[in-house]
């Protein structure tokens, strides 16, 4: 009995820690200079809408950050470090370095340096159940 205890803790863990990871990236396909992702890509489990997604494809030297905006429109964010090139991570709304501590809000916008540049930004526009990233910008 108390071996099974030990494992349903282990599993009811598991669980919790998986669901602290993160957000597991998105990958998105490829039409010309279009990265291209599902609509659908921004609904969480319980319905809800996730405030990003991260997507990535195997063309992509870094991921980028894809923010959802209460007005519908979307915010696409190159998940590259402009102080060294370090990739950086979402936490919530901001983008921050690991390796120097340079912070960035869902525009790009530092907040905190060392970096002193913004983020390279895309252009998005959603339509037809897709959101398109246009890389070339």
């Not at 030297?61 to 894809?66: F, N, R």
């Not at 979307?74 to 998940?79: G, H, K, T, V």
């Amino acid at each position: 009995l108390q071996s099974s205890c030990w494992a349903c803790g282990a599993l009811a863990l598991s669980g919790v820690l998986n669901s602290c990871a993160g957000t597991q990236p998105v990958a998105g396909s490829l039409e010309g200079d279009e990265l291209i992702l599902p609509t659908n890509a921004f609904l969480a489990v319980d319905g809800s809408t996730k405030r990003y997604v991260v997507a990535t494809h195997a063309q992509l030297k870094h991921p980028i950050a894809v923010f959802a905006n209460p007005d519908g429109s979307y915010q696409a964010l190159l998940m590259r470090c402009t102080h060294k090139g370090v990739e950086l991570r979402v936490t919530g709304a901001r983008l921050e370095c690991n390796a120097h501590g340079s912070t960035f809000d869902h525009t790009g916008a530092v907040l905190e340096g060392p970096a002193s540049a913004p983020l390279r930004t895309f252009s998005v526009h959603a339509y037809g159940g897709h959101v398109r990233i246009a890389l070339n910008r």
